[in-house]
């Protein structure tokens, strides 16, 4: 076995592909990273992570890669990799791209002989520093096995979608009823404050009833929001491309793009630090002088 059939590649070292790169070296991997940013790569440096900023000669180090950058960045990345791997090698993209994108990446890797799957994350920063994230994975059966057991080093959950892009699609739908949780929670705890109640404690009863969900499971968590608004732009042009009309979810979109500029202004800055239940609370007069605890 060559060096480079028993390595794993990671482009894309930031907030999410430098805690999984960090994963896959305690697993017992090899780790080879790349990056434009060269923060980026000395911090994966100081973890014990090779990276460069040419993805050719990185290419050549590993015959597995986790493709983890921006979606725009994916066709440059999917494109360079294709003219590098050899043949039987992986490809597995874990950036959040729309499904069909995937047809485009697999009409690039084909010719070369390289395998292709999606494992599209979810749960958030905190899972990938855990290693417990969910991956929703797209590919034939006998690639995701393939990659399976390197999955499984930085994830708790993977979950065998369907085809190619189906991995991506559950992504879509998950995060279309995680801001739709979002929204309705911070509304009930609107309420709950209004009437006097402490929302702290009303989340822990929440969570033990017919209610509970990730959402409350995890209200004191940081909730930055970053893809907010990409992710409800993405499932209401796939709902219109397929002639289905999501009215929960336009108002969703209303609602979370003010409760996210709310938050952000509440916090001078700070907010993506800051849990919803930061932001219920100091928006909330009968909570505001209530100690914090999340």
Request: proline content about 5%; glycine content about 8%.
């Amino acid at each position: 076995m060559s060096e480079a059939s028993s390595a794993v590649g990671v482009v894309g070292l930031g907030e999410m592909g430098l805690p999984i790169a960090r994963n896959l070296l305690r697993a017992g991997y090899r780790v080879h990273g790349c990056d434009a940013d060269p923060l980026a790569r000395n911090r994966a440096g100081s973890a014990g992570i090779s990276a460069v900023d040419d993805l050719d000669v990185a290419a050549k180090r590993a015959a597995t890669w986790l493709v983890v950058v921006p979606a725009a960045a994916v066709p440059a990345v999917v494109k360079q990799l294709a003219q590098t791997l050899a043949a039987d090698s992986l490809v597995i993209v874990c950036s959040s791209v729309n499904p069909g994108v995937m047809s485009d990446v697999a009409a690039v890797l084909d010719p070369a002989g390289v395998r292709v799957c999606d494992a599209a994350l979810a749960r958030g920063v905190p899972a990938a520093h855990e290693g417990s994230l969910l991956l929703y994975c797209g590919g034939d059966a006998e690639t995701i096995e393939r990659a399976t057991p390197l999955l499984r080093a930085f994830a708790r959950d993977v979950t065998h979608v369907g085809p190619l892009g189906s991995g991506q699609t559950a992504k879509l739908l998950n995060n279309l009823l995680l801001w739709s949780t979002v929204a309705a929670v911070t509304d009930t705890l609107r309420l709950a404050a209004a009437m006097g109640l402490d929302t702290d404690a009303v989340v822990q009863a929440l969570a033990l009833g017919s209610a509970r969900s990730w959402v409350l499971d995890t209200w004191s968590r940081p909730r930055p929001m970053p893809d907010l608004e990409h992710d409800l732009e993405r499932a209401l042009a796939t709902a219109e491309l397929f002639g289905v009309e999501l009215p929960i979810a336009r108002v969703v979109q209303q609602v979370m793009t003010d409760v996210k500029q709310r938050k952000a202004a509440a916090f001078a800055g700070t907010g993506a630090a800051r849990s919803m239940a930061d932001f219920v609370r100091a928006t909330s007069p009968h909570q505001a002088q209530q100690p914090e605890n999340s």
